[in-house]
């Protein structure tokens, strides 16, 4: 089966703690919240510390044009994008003329050519590498991509897949949406990109290739769920949604659907002894370990990466997947790695060491 060979990850240089943007949504969201106060109380039981951004925290106070906007995401998209992918091969020991597939995903700006085009010319990859640009999965771009790789990887045992996943989340931020829902995303969201390297089975055989196993993956969407999580496209930028239902959406829906796709492995839920979650925020966590009663810290990286980077969308789940990589693991055990997105959506991927 096809090898998760690295990970590599890669964020900007401006560095926002949490009091400083807890004091910048209060100034912002006083007028338009008589209990402004209590809803700031958000900002500690997101229990994120700081955020890596691509602009500094004056830059929000601004009403930049949506040109202006995607002008700034295309520039820092190409180059995390770039710092993430050469990390990556790095560890893989591989050089960028042996990639022979690169999946691109993001859901915070609008490229044509989309970025992995860009990335051919900053990388040098080769001139007949093939190319699949995700958009619009969300939160769950990450655990989508990396199964999209491992299809290529099936496919193509020969191959080596690059999988990328770059979100500028801060650059959707708008000056002028006073609503609860873009106050809690002031609390919670960031900028990052991460790539993952993925051999196929005579790729890996011939590098002798380290690293968990792809077997399987799962992807389940919901019906009636089109209003949980997305944008609202507007004139100004995209303006985010989300439902105060989502942890009891997760609490009644991913069980099910867990249970069901490792059946079909011939596993059940106790046989998981690795879980690699998306970090939506702490109650989607909390709702996380009720669901599939998981132990106390089975989901530690999740939590890590929320504290130290906020959520990411696409690539915070790559961002677990690389602290979970740093851990021994005996050989045979399991490992499930799963996000949530629009749609409202599931992704799962099963790995064996």
Known sequence: MPVIRSVGTAVPEHIIT????????????????RDIDRLLAVFESAQVEQRHFCTPLEWFATAPSWEEKNRLYLQHAVRLSCDAAAACLEKAGLAPHDVDAVVFVSSTGVATPSIDAYLFHELGLRSDIKRLPV???????????LARGFDLAKAHPESHVLVIAAELCGLT??????????????????????????????????????????????????????????????????????????????????????????????????DVRHYIAHPGGMKVLKAYDEALDLPPDALRHARDVLRTHGNMS???????LARELQDPHHAGEHGLLFALGPGFSSEQVLLRW
Do not use: H, Y
């Open 18 to 33: 949490q009091e400083q943007t807890r004091d910048f949504a209060r100034n912002l969201f006083a007028e338009s919240f």
């Open 135 to 145: 958009w619009g999965l969300g939160c769950a771009g990450g655990a989508s991509g």
């Open 173 to 270: 931020f708008l000056n002028g949406d006073r609503s609860k829902s873009n106050l809690i995303a002031t609390s919670l969201f960031a900028d990052g990109a991460a790539a993952v390297l993925i051999s196929g089975d005579e790729a890996a055989a011939r590098s002798e290739a380290q690293g968990p196993e792809v077997l399987a993956t799962r992807s389940t969407i919901w019906p009636d769920t089109l209003d949980v999580m997305g944008w609202d496209v507007r004139t100004d930028g995209l303006k985010v949604i989300f439902s105060k239902d989502i942890p009891t959406i997760v609490e009644t829906k991913i069980r099910p659907v867990t249970a069901a796709f490792l059946e079909n492995e011939g596993l059940a839920l106790q």
């Open 314 to 320: 696409s690539c915070t789940v790559l961002f677990v």
